[in-house]
């Protein structure tokens, strides 16, 4: 499954203008207009696109284009990762002279995550694994998605029912936090989705869990590199919760590699699965 040029150059365009991005939202004094909580944290994001999204992007984009099944999965789950990074800065942060460039790159993950998505082969995907064991990515995807929806809705509805506004609404100073309506509205029906299908041997769940576990790996190394940069800067941290998106990094690293492992050293089956055929392993 190789890479149309429209797609490729997007890809090229995202790494570029992204690269230019975190290097002047990092280097550049003073450059973020928005509450001290908030610039931390976009930093720490800033500091993981750099230096690990976007060189897995540049190399799953290499492999995708010659054709390869695991490049191609991961290309579309670091693409999920710069989607959700970017229409968070287009939605959240205060004005600034990357504004543009920041709907720019929300453009370019958009058309090429949903157009690669419809290119995605999920019944090929499926044979392509066979009988590798799913049990894992099941599980991962399921408590990931209650404990993100557990943490975010402790503190909106104690908030609702309180008749204030969430913690970090106050200390980031916006009027809502997007990471709560991105996480409770698209990622975690996400997950909950994939781990169904996935649980009931739907090819579709295959397709969407590739995508899913590489984009909540990064999730949690994004929040990782947030807590570096609010210890630099003085600002309190949750302990639980470092520990809690720590342990969900070093799992999803370990489950990207098993499941790009297994893309590349299975063999098609001979026979097609049905999409509603199979049980959980």
Same mark, same amino acid.
Request: proline share 5%.
């Given at each position: 499954m190789s890479l149309p040029r429209p797609y490729v150059v997007a890809s090229a365009l995202t790494l570029s203008l992204a690269a230019a991005a975190t290097l002047v939202g990092l280097f550049v004094p003073d450059?973020?207009?928005?509450?001290?909580?908030?610039?931390?944290? &976009?930093?720490?994001?800033?500091? *993981?696109?750099?230096? #690990?999204?976007?060189? !897995? =992007? /540049?190399?799953?984009?290499?492999?995708?284009?010659?054709?390869?099944q695991s490049g191609y999965v991961v290309w579309l789950g670091v693409t999920g990762y710069l989607l959700y990074t970017y229409a968070s800065y287009a939605f959240m942060t205060?004005?600034?002279?990357?504004?543009?460039?920041y709907v720019a790159l929300f453009a370019l993950t958009l058309f090429t995550f949903v157009g690669g998505m419809l290119r995605l082969d999920a019944v090929a995907l499926r044979e392509r694994m066979g009988d590798h064991p799913v049990r894992a990515y099941v599980v991962f995807q399921v408590v990931v998605a209650v404990v993100v929806a557990a943490l975010w809705l402790s503190e909106i509805v104690s908030a609702t029912l309180g008749g204030t506004v969430p913690v970090s609404i106050?200390?980031?100073?916006?009027?809502?936090? &997007?990471?709560?309506?991105?996480? *409770?509205?698209?990622? #975690?029906?996400?997950? !909950? =989705? /994939?781990?169904?299908?996935?649980?009931?041997?739907?090819?579709?769940?295959?397709?969407?869990?590739?995508v899913l576990v590489v984009k909540a790996t990064t999730l949690g190394l994004a929040v990782l590199s947030m807590v570096v940069f609010m210890v630099r800067d003085g600002h309190a941290?949750?302990?639980?919760?470092?520990?809690?998106f720590a342990a969900f990094s070093l799992a999803g690293l370990a489950l990207?590699?098993?499941?790009?492992?297994?893309?590349?050293?299975?063999?098609?089956?001979?026979?097609r699965t049905t999409q509603t055929s199979g049980e959980i392993r």
């Open positions: 450059f973020y207009r928005d509450a001290p909580a908030l610039v931390a944290q &976009v930093y720490g994001q800033d500091a *993981l696109t750099l230096v #690990v999204a976007l060189p !897995v =992007l /540049a190399g799953s984009l290499s492999l995708a284009r010659r054709g390869s205060a004005f600034n002279e990357l504004y543009l460039v106050h200390e980031m100073g916006i009027p809502v936090n &997007v990471i709560h309506t991105l996480d *409770l509205a698209v990622f #975690v029906p996400g997950l !909950v =989705l /994939a781990a169904y299908w996935l649980w009931r041997g739907d090819a579709r769940g295959y397709a969407l869990t590739g941290i949750v302990l639980p919760q470092v520990i809690i990207v590699g098993r499941f790009v492992t297994a893309i590349r050293g299975a063999s098609p089956t001979t026979t």
